[in-house]
């Protein structure tokens, strides 16, 4: 059961403040919070709450919806874009008051979920981090500090008496969820005691045959690289999907909660989740994000799908197996180290490989082992502080590292084969690995890597 005590404190020390409200109806009884952050959203936002909305009843009862509709000022943002999140602040005014709704979306033609979600029991909020004065600021102004300010507040809808877990769900404005998203969720969180979990995802394809092949290369980049953390045995496995994570209350403030950068918010955030408690994963629903290209922000879905669309670089390629080879032997050395000095794990380092030695000396190993075993009172002690240093960031350091000095990238067919030997698995179509197969073939191994579990 969360502390209020330790709420109060984080909310007093490290939340956003008082600059940004809720919008909302009465407010108790909630166990769940749904976070959406939203820019010029109009025309996805309805159709992702009305998915929610299909939710059973007595779920969405204890479930409030927090949409953060958000842009920078007028001097960093698109009048379009501004003009869009009034549009939808204005439609979701009225979907939380239960008037006019008619009348919200008397300007948005072919709108027919808002009357879907106005005529269900979904508990919704928002939060105007649009209009003049309430703006994001230039330097945080991104999807980092809407996710903190919708989870911020949240905190402060749960009743911290009741001794049910406390869940904040972490959704994007074009997301759809299944009709059992809230129950399988909860449902998971009450059988284990994790501090995080990711949903399974299959992002949705689009009728276009280039923009299909877009989204199914990324996604098998994706789930590639975890299963590659996988076989190399780290803790840092999992996938770092915004519309995908979900936490609860107390694990948020034991990392002083979301971070405010621009991208890959999500991906710095469970990396630190790792570290206080267990992620696990959730594969009784699924989440779909959309395959959207973007150029809001400068890595993830939507920059990957726009640069595979506009023949940019060659997409068709994986980091070699051989690199998680490195990985794999060196925490394998980790996990017995015992007391051994810093230059004898460098002597061990340079064996497995000298691209390894090289780039532990760039991040101070020599200093920084030492310091870990003389702060470690036990093995176990030992091996938990090495993997929080040794994170998910700086194992992918070190895989970029290795990649630009001597291990290239190979083509994306011919790394999955090998990999899934390694694994002892076999990709489900005999494809030459020194080719590109047919759009409809990569979506079958596709398939195929999304049902692995």
Not at 104 to 131: N, Q, T
Not at 167 to 189: G, K, M, P, Q, W
Request: aromatic residues 10%.
């Amino acid at each position: 059961m969360e502390s209020n005590r330790v709420i109060k404190k984080y909310l007093k020390n490290y939340s956003v403040g008082d600059r940004w409200s809720l919008v909302s109806p009465a407010t108790g009884g909630v166990d769940n919070v749904v976070v959406i952050p939203a820019l010029a959203e109009s025309e996805h936002l309805f159709e992702a709450l009305a998915a929610l909305s299909r939710n059973p009843e007595e779920e969405l009862k204890r479930t409030m919806v927090i949409c953060v509709v958000n842009n920078r000022d007028a001097g960093h943002a698109s009048p379009e874009d501004i003009a869009d999140n009034q549009k939808t602040l204005k439609i979701l005014r009225s979907l939380i008051h239960k008037k006019n709704i008619k009348d919200g979306i008397s300007d948005s033609a072919g709108h027919r979920f808002p009357e879907e979600i106005g005529k269900s029991p979904l508990r919704l909020a928002c939060v105007d981090a649009s209009s003049p004065g309430r703006e994001l600021p230039e330097r945080f102004g991104g999807v980092g500090l809407a996710r903190k300010i919708g989870c911020d507040l949240a905190l402060t809808l749960f009743d911290y008496d009741c001794d049910r877990t406390k869940l904040i769900f972490s959704l994007d404005a074009d997301t759809l969820v299944e009709e059992n998203y809230l129950y399988a969720v909860r449902d998971c969180f009450e059988g284990e005691t994790c501090v995080a979990s990711v949903i399974s995802f299959a992002h949705r394809y689009t009728e276009g045959s280039k923009e299909r092949a877009a989204i199914i290369c990324y996604e098998i980049f994706l789930r590639y690289y975890v299963m590659c953390l996988e076989y190399a045995g780290s803790g840092y496995a999992f996938h770092s999907i915004g519309s995908t994570m979900v936490f609860t209350a107390g694990g948020y403030v034991s990392v002083r909660g979301m971070n405010r950068r621009k991208a890959g918010e999500d991906f710095y955030f469970l990396n630190k989740m790792a570290k206080v408690g267990t992620i696990g994963k959730i594969d009784t629903t699924v989440v779909y994000p959309s395959a959207r290209a973007s150029e809001r922000v400068p890595f993830g879905t939507g920059k990957r799908v726009g640069r595979f669309l506009n023949g940019e670089d060659e997409e068709y390629l994986l980091y070699d197996p051989a690199v998680f080879e490195v990985v794999k032997a060196w925490l394998f050395c980790m996990s017995s180290a015992g007391e051994k000095g810093a230059e004898e794990m460098l002597c061990q380092a340079k064996e497995i490989h000298s691209g390894l030695e090289v780039f532990l000396e760039t991040q101070n190993f020599r200093e920084v082992w030492p310091r870990l075993v003389e702060n470690s009172g036990s093995a176990d002690r030992l091996r938990k502080n090495f993997n929080d240093w040794f994170d998910g960031f700086k194992t992918l350091k070190l895989i970029n590292y290795l990649t630009r000095n001597g291990m290239p990238p190979v083509n994306m067919f011919q790394a999955l084969k090998m990999l899934m030997e390694a694994m002892g698995e076999e990709i489900p179509l005999n494809v030459d690995a020194r080719e590109i197969p047919s759009v409809q073939d990569q979506e079958k191994i596709l398939d195929y890597l999304r049902n692995r579990g």
